[in-house]
């Protein structure tokens, strides 16, 4: 009994201890590329320059360089990259003051870069703190305005209509807008460093393009639920049903993110770039696509099949509606209806009229004037100020929020 005892004892040894043990020696001494591989390790570890390339030969289908840079990034300056790829043959080339990870293909005009720098707002020390305590408190009333609109909605029955849960969604987008750029312009007023990471760039693009987009088919749904409620009073409970709402959101949140991953993605597809100073305080897709080193033609056709999809359609629709509202409204005899139809309308047509004025003052100005900054302005106005100007237009204009907020405020109390 023993002895079967002790003869599966070194059974389970032999099969938990040994066997993990002699698993890898067997595969590296019966395989030259494993073997190959672990000697260019060694000898990385030990600090030898020139990878020692042994075993056989492996083909390199794609260019994938692993970079560690160990000086400031910046255009002009050397860049020291070691290559690290251990599982491909590679060869070290210098060009440009950078040495280049190539493979079987060839690099021409290829800059490497790890972060951009971004336009700061101001180059005066003593008025960076005056700055950071503006755009601090415009961030808070921002973000607090904001989630009133979105707390009365939701706490008020009275409120559950298609309108308020568009303007809800809206707040929610102008929250993520608003984010995507202005803390980070904190950090840099703080630290007094205006500079972000590739990977930090293209994931505040994705954001802001996300949430703008968002803020632009909601504005487009917005005047089509105006259109039907003042065009087709009657029928508006059965056209703006809860699954005509959803179906609707839903379509404008795919659509933004369809316009995210496609500036993001066309990115990625041209790893190459001009310069690495972007001219304005935030990664500005005009200004990501005016650095990159692609054709013109690929460039251009995202910027017109962007432009046509979530601008020329969505401004398109906007005016539709709103051309058949006028039509309506000026048939009605009393002066008195005017009036009440244009003002269930008019708070959306002011954050229209605010969104699309400073959108395209923001991007003709850049496109007008070659000076960099130059359209910084305006795109303080666009990315901070508009979002922070919207709960304030449709609370002030609309009494049922207003007594929404003053039965919140009493209840707090």
Same mark, same amino acid.
């Given at each position: 009994? %023993? ?33 190959? =591989? ?49 599982? =491909? ?20 005009? %290829? ?49 559950? =209509? ?7 969604? #809206? ?14 312009? #904190?950090?840099? #007023? ?40 003042? &065009? ?11 699954? #005509? ?37 935030? &990664? ?21 099949? /962007?432009?046509?999809?979530?601008? %020329? ?6 005016? %539709? ?5 006028? /039509? ?50 305006? /795109? ?34």
């Amino acid at each position: 009994m %023993f002895h079967g005892s002790r003869n599966l004892v070194m059974a389970s040894v032999m099969y938990m201890v040994v066997s993990p043990m002699l698993n890898p020696f067997i595969y590296s001494l019966r395989k030259r590329d494993i073997s190959g =591989t672990l000697r260019r390790l060694g000898s990385s570890i030990l600090g030898t320059e020139d990878l020692a390339l042994a075993g056989s030969e492996v083909s390199v289908s794609s260019y994938q360089p692993v970079l560690r840079t160990e000086a400031e990034p910046l255009l002009g300056n050397r860049i020291t990259v070691r290559c690290l790829d251990l599982y =491909t043959s590679v060869m070290a080339k210098e060009r440009n003051g950078f040495t280049l990870c190539l493979s079987n293909i060839e690099a021409e005009n %290829f800059t490497l870069l790890s972060e951009f720098q971004l336009m700061s707002l101001s180059e005066n020390p003593d008025l960076q703190p005056i700055l950071f305590g503006l755009f601090l408190s415009l961030y808070l009333i921002t973000v607090l305005g904001n989630l009133l609109i979105i707390l009365a909605v939701i706490s008020d029955p009275n409120l559950h =209509t298609p309108m308020y849960l568009f303007l809800s969604i #809206l707040s929610l987008a102008d929250i993520g807008f608003t984010s995507s750029t202005v803390p980070k312009m #904190l950090v840099d #007023l703080q630290t007094h460093r205006s500079s972000i990471s590739y990977v930090g760039c293209l994931t505040q693009m994705s954001v802001y393009i996300l949430c703008g987009s968002m803020d632009n088919m909601l504005l487009t749904v917005m005047a089509y639920d105006r259109f039907v409620a003042i &065009c087709q009073p009657l029928q508006y409970p059965v056209i703006m049903n809860p699954h #005509l709402c959803g179906f609707l959101v839903l379509v404008s949140f795919l659509a933004s993110i369809l316009d995210s991953q496609m500036h993001n993605l066309f990115v990625l597809h041209f790893p190459n770039f001009k310069d690495v100073e972007v001219s304005n305080f935030f &990664c500005d897709p005009s200004d990501i696509l005016r650095l990159l080193s692609c054709d013109k033609l690929s460039c251009n056709t995202l910027k017109y099949v /962007s432009g046509v999809l979530f601008g %020329f359609i969505p401004i398109s629709g906007i005016l %539709f509606s709103y051309s058949r509202i006028v /039509s309506s409204v000026l048939r009605l005899s009393s002066l008195g209806g005017r009036r009440k139809a244009f003002s269930t309308c008019g708070s959306h047509l002011s954050v229209v009229c605010l969104f699309y004025g400073t959108s395209m003052g923001m991007y003709l100005g850049s496109a007008v004037s070659e000076s960099p900054g130059k359209g910084l302005g305006a /795109s303080v106005m666009y990315t901070v100020v508009i979002p922070m100007l919207n709960p304030f237009i449709y609370s002030l204009r609309n009494k049922e929020i207003q007594s929404t907020l003053r039965r919140l405020h009493s209840k707090a109390m």
